[in-house]
């Protein structure tokens, strides 16, 4: 860590800094820049870059959308009706929810595009991005705070210094920032792997439902894999095929390689998911999930995403809870903003750690059981037995607790239940160690 003692005239300054251009870091950056503050966006790369992902969007991730005023009706995007589950040789379509807050429809779009166009759409907010720009560690004043980035910039890594009031940390699964600012990550909270393929596929394509496997084998051991498949239509000619697995705590990995290659062989012919159909290498990726980074906040860094372990224990799913916090971020910082430097604006800032654990906390500490307990052990097949697959009721409950997709208030029978069941979990005790700030 670079210990700050002062801005030089050559440096760059801002009053907010977001390291990180992905959907958390510009949707951040485009919230704010429209509430009226400078930000500089940060990002390492260049536009347009693929990241892996199922590239798959519910309701509630429209509605981001939406509010971020992306046009979702222009070319490119996939509209989706629900999810196809399959179990046993057993399927169930579950459309998505018809209610007063989220749209009933999902939307899929590879993130090559997904991430450009958000980044697009922060720019012309009036968010400052600079390309090529990797944030090498924390600039902080005598009291430990976060005053700024140093970087490298250009394909030659210039050394550059980035100043600001406050810094918003969007730098995905590495936490790099977050780690620089003493922010370790939770040994105790699941990461799950994901490894996802493109396929060309005239005959999937334009499948309206999202379709999830939940009676795949692991190759090596051949129990249930401690995850499920998704197969999930571009609309292009072209289907994102996926595995996601939660090994439990000292078992080692999940060859997903080999995973993937015994699955597709079960899959239809005509569906055309052969190799000489690929159209991408597998790749694969770390999924921090159920907060396994805490504080949110401290010291003028918040932390959104990835790099807040904000993915789904639930699903794996990890874009929508990147745009709403980035979302929540931009709220407490222009708001926090509005007050002096020093307590007063220190404590308009802790409200962002807050708010996240309202809307996510006894949601996540329920996933992070059940992650543990069911989904790392069993897989997704226990919860798709042959009664619940039956149950229209149970398997709408159960669609709506994986994916979040109640409403407040309550819409329904279904999500008055779901959310009762959300609210049983006990209320955290005030963490004993240090800092002072609550267990969530």
């Known amino acids: 860590m670079e210990t700050d003692e002062g801005a030089s005239a050559g440096d760059h300054q801002a009053q907010v800094i977001v390291v990180g251009a992905g959907p958390a870091g510009s949707a951040a950056a485009l919230h704010l820049a429209r509430a009226g503050v400078d930000v500089l966006l940060l990002e390492k790369g260049t536009f347009p870059r693929d990241k892996v992902c199922g590239d798959g969007l519910t309701p509630r991730g429209v509605q981001q959308l939406v509010r971020m005023g992306v ?34 429809f999902g939307l899929t779009r590879s993130r090559r595009d997904f991430d450009d166009i958000l980044v697009r759409q922060a720019v012309a907010a009036g968010a400052r991005l600079l390309l090529e720009t990797k944030a090498t560690g924390p600039l902080t004043d005598r009291a430990g705070r976060i005053t700024g980035v140093s970087a490298v910039v250009g394909a030659d890594r210039q050394p550059r210094n980035y100043h600001a009031s406050v810094v918003i940390a969007a730098d995905g699964a590495s936490a790099r920032t977050a780690l620089a600012m003493g922010l370790e990550r939770d040994p105790s909270r699941p990461v799950a792997t994901a490894a996802r393929r493109y396929y060309r596929s005239e005959a999937r394509t334009h499948d309206p439902y999202l379709e999830l496997w939940a009676d795949l084998l692991c190759s090596r051991t051949g129990r249930d894999l401690p995850g499920y498949g998704w197969i999930f239509p571009l609309g292009d000619g072209r289907v994102n095929v996926g595995l996601g697995a939660l090994p439990p705590r000292g078992h080692g990995t999940v060859d997903l390689r080999a995973t993937m290659e015994q ?5 239809p012919p005509h569906w055309e998911l052969r190799e000489e159909n690929a159209d991408s290498p597998l790749r694969s990726a770390a999924l921090p ?76 500490r329920l996933g992070n059981t059940v992650a543990e307990l069911v989904f790392a052990r069993y897989g997704y097949r226990p919860l798709l037995n042959r009664r619940v697959m039956a149950s229209p009721t149970l398997v709408h409950a159960l669609a709506r607790l994986l994916t979040h997709g109640t409403d407040a208030p309550s819409g329904d029978l279904i999500d008055t239940v779901v959310r009762g069941l959300v609210r049983m979990v006990p209320a955290p005790r005030r963490h004993a160690a240090g800092l002072g700030v609550r267990r969530r």
Request: glycine content about 14%.
């Open 289 to 364: 999930m159920g907060f396994n980074r805490r504080p949110q906040y401290r010291r003028g860094l918040l932390l959104v995403g990835d790099s807040g372990g904000m993915v789904s224990p639930w699903s794996g799913e990890g874009i929508v809870q990147a745009m709403e916090a980035g979302e929540i971020a931009a709220e407490t910082v222009a708001l926090a903003l509005q007050r002096p430097g020093g307590a007063g604006r220190e404590q308009a800032l802790h409200q962002y750690a807050s708010e996240v654990n309202r809307r996510w906390g006894r949601y996540y």
């Open 71 to 104: 046009d979702i009706d222009a070319p490119g995007w996939m509209r989706t009706k629900g999810m196809r589950w399959v179990c046993g040789g057993r399927q169930v379509h579950i459309d998505w929810p018809r209610s007063g807050s989220h749209p009933d």
């Open 263 to 267: 699955w597709v062989t079960r899959l």
